[in-house]
């Protein structure tokens, strides 16, 4: 089966860093994804991994290893406006499933000042 | 510059009815799809579309219709609506005909079915 494993929920604090975690299982690989959402709003997207390493973006970065089938998303300097929640998404590579990502549940961030 | 517009926000049905989620986006976007949110789990891919008059079946597809006769819109329809049905249904759009990852969503409809 295909899954998507992420913390339910974590709390840091303001100015501080915090490092959410995504491991994946699925059959193949061809992207991994972090989408942020606040409360009652839609998706917005974050950013996309495709080969191992670091991918940096202003306060934000993210990590792959795709041998480890693992992500990681690291917030620096964290703002109250950062209190969201963080979800992680993988494009399986096989033929049929081009269009499709697979999405973990999302991991809620509380951000205390 | 609109993005993703989806109505309504909010709608209540009883069981048995049947209703239309419209979305329509002004990006020029070939692929199109709907999910569904429900707590504690992932989106959900119940249709979707990678250009105007193409549609294909995602993860949830029973229930739901779609179709797709303008590059703009992409309606989705509940046939006869059921309590599981209740969730947060986002419509989203992405550049050209693969889904290359980078969603365009819009604000959500959130459905309660009685």
């Known amino acids: 089966g295909q899954n998507i494993d992420q913390p339910t929920e974590m709390t840091a604090t303001e100015g501080a860093i915090v490092q959410i975690n995504c491991t994946y299982q699925?059959?193949?690989?061809?992207?991994l994804f972090w989408y942020q959402q606040h409360a009652g709003e839609a998706p917005t997207f974050l950013s996309y991994n495709v080969l191992d390493g670091l991918e940096e973006k202003g306060r934000f970065s993210s990590f792959l290893s795709r041998s480890k089938g693992y992500s990681y998303l690291l917030l620096k300097e964290l703002q109250m406006k950062d209190s969201a929640s963080y979800l992680c998404a993988v494009r399986p590579y096989t033929p049929d499933s081009n269009y499709q990502l697979i999405w973990g549940a999302g991991t809620k961030l509380i951000i205390k000042p | 510059n609109a993005g993703v517009t989806q109505t309504p926000k909010f709608q209540v049905l009883k069981t048995g009815q049947s209703m239309t989620l419209q979305c329509a986006q002004d990006?020029?976007?070939?692929?199109m799809s709907w999910y569904r949110q429900d707590p504690g789990m992932g989106l959900r891919l119940i249709h979707y579309s990678v250009g105007a008059g193409i549609t294909d079946q995602g993860e949830v597809p029973n229930g739901y219709n779609v179709s797709r006769s303008t590059t703009e819109d992409f309606p989705l329809r509940l046939l006869s609506a059921a309590p599981s049905q209740t969730s947060v249904y986002f419509c989203?759009?992405?550049?050209?005909?693969?889904?290359?990852?980078?969603?365009?969503f819009g604000e959500g409809s959130r459905l309660t079915v009685l």
């Open positions: 699925t059959s193949g690989f061809n992207g």
């Open positions: 989203a759009s992405s550049y050209g005909r693969a889904n290359t990852g980078e969603l365009f």
């Open positions: 990006m020029n976007h070939e692929y």
